[in-house]
């Protein structure tokens, strides 16, 4: 009939693994939720960090830090600054 026979499957040890469970879901907030801090941009002097992060209130605003005057306690965040207070909407 001018067709050769179609080869015969190989092994793929990533298709052969068992399925997850519903256990074994990643999260929706670890998917979907706010990271820590992201979008960090030094300023042009060196001298400050700016970065968002979740306020207090859970929404995405803009802080920044001052790379010369680091807290001495260990906490890098304690001296932060929040330049911006959205309520509701991420920036």
Same mark, same amino acid.
Do not use: C, W
């Given at each position: 009939s001018g $067709?050769? *026979?179609s080869p015969a499957p190989r092994h793929? *040890?990533?298709m052969s693994m068992a399925r997850t469970t519903s256990e074994e879901l990643i999260p929706r907030d670890v998917l979907f939720g706010n990271p820590e801090n992201t979008s960090p941009i030094l300023s042009p002097d060196g001298n400050y960090l700016a970065?968002? %992060?979740p306020s207090p209130d859970g929404v995405m605003n803009i $802080?920044? @830090?001052d790379l010369n005057n680091q807290a001495t306690n260990g906490d890098? &965040? %304690?001296n932060d600054r929040q330049i911006t207070d959205d &309520? &509701? @909407?991420a920036i």
């Amino acid at each position: 009939s001018g $067709f050769a *026979p179609s080869p015969a499957p190989r092994h793929n *040890p990533i298709m052969s693994m068992a399925r997850t469970t519903s256990e074994e879901l990643i999260p929706r907030d670890v998917l979907f939720g706010n990271p820590e801090n992201t979008s960090p941009i030094l300023s042009p002097d060196g001298n400050y960090l700016a970065y968002l %992060a979740p306020s207090p209130d859970g929404v995405m605003n803009i $802080f920044v @830090r001052d790379l010369n005057n680091q807290a001495t306690n260990g906490d890098a &965040k %304690a001296n932060d600054r929040q330049i911006t207070d959205d &309520k &509701k @909407r991420a920036i």
